[in-house]
Nanobody, 125 residues
Framework: QERLAESGGGSVEAGGSLKLSCLAS????????MAWFRQPPAKEREWVASISPPFDRRMYSDSVKGRFTISRDNAENTLYLQMNNLKPEDTGMYYCAAEQPPCRAIEDRYAYHTWGQGTQVTVSS
């Protein structure tokens, strides 16, 4: 059974950093499209970043470009999201998602069938 488990969330002040992890089990994440989404309070879930096989092309939403870095460690079967210069508007529940190829739209949450339970990120001003 495919499973994802996020960790690393927490509360930080604006300008701080956090690194989220997403441990995959039941499948080899290196072959999958992997992504981070977030859901701010009372808002829709939105795409943050993705990493695509076979060459690990990385894509970011405009709101996080230059501040966040998505990566994966194939030996650990783990996806990461390094978040720097955090802003209050980055607050939300962060989810990782996975989809085996092909993925019809990397920024579309409905294109992913495997999700983690989420980890909360709170950024105070």
């Amino acid at each position: 059974q495919e499973r994802l488990a996020e960790s690393g969330g927490g509360s930080v002040e604006a300008g701080g950093s956090l690194k989220l992890s997403c441990l995959a089990s039941g499948f080899s994440a290196s072959y999958y499209y992997m992504a981070w989404f977030r859901q701010p309070p009372a808002k829709e879930r939105e795409w943050v970043a993705s990493i695509s096989p076979p060459f690990d092309r990385r894509m970011y939403s405009d709101s996080v470009k230059g501040r966040f870095t998505i990566s994966r460690d194939n030996a650990e079967n783990t996806l990461y999201l390094q978040m720097n210069n955090l802003k209050p508007e980055d607050t939300g529940m962060y989810y990782c998602a996975a989809e085996q190829p092909p993925c019809r739209a990397i920024e579309d949450r409905y294109a992913y069938h495997t999700w983690g339970q989420g980890t909360q990120v709170t950024v105070s001003s």
